[in-house]
């Protein structure tokens, strides 16, 4: 996490710095700092807290200079505040360093190689600068490579060094770090997106890769200090930063955009009334004697996907699925082979855990694809096979769009594997392709029924201090994201049962008034699920209940209830999370969260 920004050019940095830092807040919003080269020294602004604050503080200062660098912070190593904030110096000020990533052996070489010096932060980050200024022999390319080969971890650095008041140092390992040239100068940035006002290409920072910018040129070099040649890559407009469009915030827009991102990701996936994913070295030779079995890996809401998705694959192509967490399974010895196709979800692609499952799995000979929403990042860039989700950029950190836009990749996957396995014919994958097209629309009929009814309930829900989701089978799935939603921006605690797991112990929680939301869409097993809505019913829970119009009679009892358009079973996922979707940021806003920046979260996690 955590966002690092660096200015060469002809007029004032500070400007660049703070729009950079805009763009990159989503990455960490504990504190954020700059620092910038102000006649021979180098002189910092920082503050705990949001970008404003900084803005504030320049703007009563009024720096001025035409190199810097900025960061805005997710705390890993010390809490949020102004001594841990970036930039980090060394003693001497000669130094100056901002920081993405961790350095796993920061306490290793505070006892080793920094023995004895003071530090001015709780920070991991700190120890960089110091070797810094230990290995500085006047060449700073040179002591970057001595410095990077004592460093173990994730890292990108932005380098201000105070003998080159022209230039921009910068290097990274295992983390994002991209620059670029300008006609005036150029820019060192996290996130090529934040360039995209000022530059068509960028330059990725590979591992252990050095650049060096000034006003006129850009050279790089490998880990070792030697001389490279590097290509520009084109800045993705998929990758501009938009606006809020008059909404109060992006998660608003964001999930008015969910019928879009499906159109977006489906159609260039539907040929001939079947699925065709094109560029995915997925042969029916391979799905039929090769394939024999599917492991789905990601993180959070890109976990919850992974969930249905192991549901469908297992289902509709009689194929072994599991899906697993990132952060689990990068430390197991899974049982997996070059029979095993491994997909990794991610909207950032960024993700560390994400990021070390996937080489785990690429060790253990496992075919590799991967569903990412981000073009160029690290995880697309080390799969065997990406397929894109088009949800253009998502700003709130709470995914929406991204997460439907997944779902819908999985849907397409498990039935191009269906056909490839011979377990669907061709009649039936017309059925569900025709389906799967006309999700867009059925998704926007979800939101235009709902709206209102969710902005209602959530002045109840706002009130409750927990909830419970419920559902079996697919609703348990979505009831896993309904609930991540519903915490992560409404600070109420919440949490999602398999139906029938409640009577094994959660009822004992269940008491008159306890808001329950009960996911009741699988008409197969509806009996199931009502039986268990009676059972907390019966303990005085608040009850509400999701279903399809199919369904709706099944429910005419409950006063409280989301109804969602019929499609297939296997789809209604992609309809059910919506109204939930609106609840969460509803309630989210009656108490007045702040729902696009969640407290201690970030868009994209790098580090473990
Ligand atoms: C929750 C949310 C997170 C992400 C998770 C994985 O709303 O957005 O749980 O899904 O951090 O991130 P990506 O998809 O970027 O790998």
Redesign the pocket.
């Known amino acids: 996490m955590c966002g690092i920004i660096g200015r060469v050019g002809s007029d004032n940095a500070v400007p660049y710095l703070l729009k950079g830092l805009e763009c990159l807040e989503y990455r960490g919003y504990d504190s954020a700092g700059i620092a910038l080269f102000s006649a021979e020294t180098i002189e910092s602004y920082k503050t705990v807290g949001r970008l404003s604050g900084l803005r504030e503080i320049t703007e009563r200062a009024t720096p001025v200079g035409c190199v810097g660098i900025g960061h805005t912070r997710w705390a890993t190593h010390g809490g949020p505040s102004v001594e841990n904030a970036h930039p980090h110096f060394s003693h001497s000020k000669r130094f100056a360093l901002v920081h993405n990533g961790i350095i796993e052996n920061s306490n290793e070489l505070a006892e080793s190689e920094l023995k004895g010096i003071e530090y001015n932060s709780e920070t991991d980050t700190e120890k960089a600068v110091h070797l810094l200024e230990k290995y500085y022999n006047g060449n700073v390319v040179e002591t970057i490579s001595k410095v990077i080969s004592l460093l173990k971890g994730s890292y990108a650095l932005g380098i201000l060094c105070k003998d080159h008041p022209d230039t921009l140092f910068c290097t990274a390992m295992s983390s994002p770090l991209v620059a670029a040239k300008t006609a005036d100068g150029g820019f060192i940035c996290s996130d090529a997106g934040a360039l995209s006002a000022y530059a068509d290409g960028y330059y990725p920072i590979k591992n252990g890769e050095i650049c060096v910018l000034t006003k006129k040129s850009i050279e790089f070099y490998d880990q070792f200090g030697s001389s490279i040649e590097k290509k520009a890559v084109s800045i993705d407009v998929g990758t501009l930063t938009s606006d809020k469009q008059g909404y109060d915030h992006y998660m608003m827009l964001e999930m008015l955009q969910q019928p879009d991102a499906v159109r977006d990701t489906v159609i260039p996936m539907i040929k001939n009334n079947g699925i065709n994913i094109e560029n995915i070295d997925l042969t029916d030779d391979y799905i039929k004697n090769e394939l024999h079995e599917v492991v789905i890996v ?7 996907a992974g969930v249905v998705g192991k549901q469908l694959i297992g289902s509709l192509a009689n194929i072994r699925a599991q899906a697993e967490i ?1 952060s689990e399974f990068r430390y197991t010895e899974p049982l997996i082979d070059k029979h095993t196709l491994a997909i990794f ?7 560390a855990d ?1 990021l070390a499952a996937l080489r785990l799995a690429k060790q253990k000979g496992a075919k590799i694809l991967s569903v990412v ?2 073009c160029g990042s690290a ?1 697309a860039n080390e799969s065997d096979n990406v397929i894109y989700t088009k949800a253009g950029r998502e700003v709130a ?4 769009k ?2 439907s836009a ?1 779902l819908a990749v999985l849907y397409a996957l498990a039935i191009r594997l269906a056909r490839g396995k011979g377990t669907m014919c061709a009649e039936t994958e017309k059925r569900m392709t025709y389906e799967l097209a006309a999700l867009p629309q059925k998704i926007q009929q979800t939101i235009d029924r709902n709206i209102e009814k969710a902005e209602i309930y959530a002045q109840r829900f706002s009130k409750a201090t927990d909830i419970y989701f419920i559902g079996r089978r697919l609703d348990y799935a979505a009831s896993l994201e309904a609930s ?2 519903m915490k ?1 921006i409404s600070y109420i605690h919440s949490e999602a049962y398999a139906a029938g797991e409640m009577k094994h112990g959660t009822l004992s929680l269940i008491e008159t008034g306890v808001p329950v939301i009960a996911l009741a869409s699988d008409g197969e097993i509806f009996g199931k699920t009502y039986s268990n809505i009676c059972e907390v019913m019966a303990r005085g829970a608040d009850m509400l209940v999701v279903t399809t119009e199919k369904n709706k009679h099944l429910v005419s009892e409950f006063k409280n209830t989301f109804i969602v358009p019929d499609t297939l079973p296997e789809f209604t996922v992609s309809l059910q999370i919506v109204p939930l979707q609106l609840l969460s940021y509803y309630t989210a806003k009656k108490k007045g969260c702040d729902i696009d920046k969640p407290k201690n ?1 970030a ?3 790098t580090v473990e």
């Open positions: 990601a993180c959070g809401s890109a976990y919850h990132a979800i991610s909207q950032s692609g960024e993700t994400t929403n981000v995880i950190v709470a995914t929406t991204a997460y997944q991540l939603k992560e979260l868009k994209s996690v």
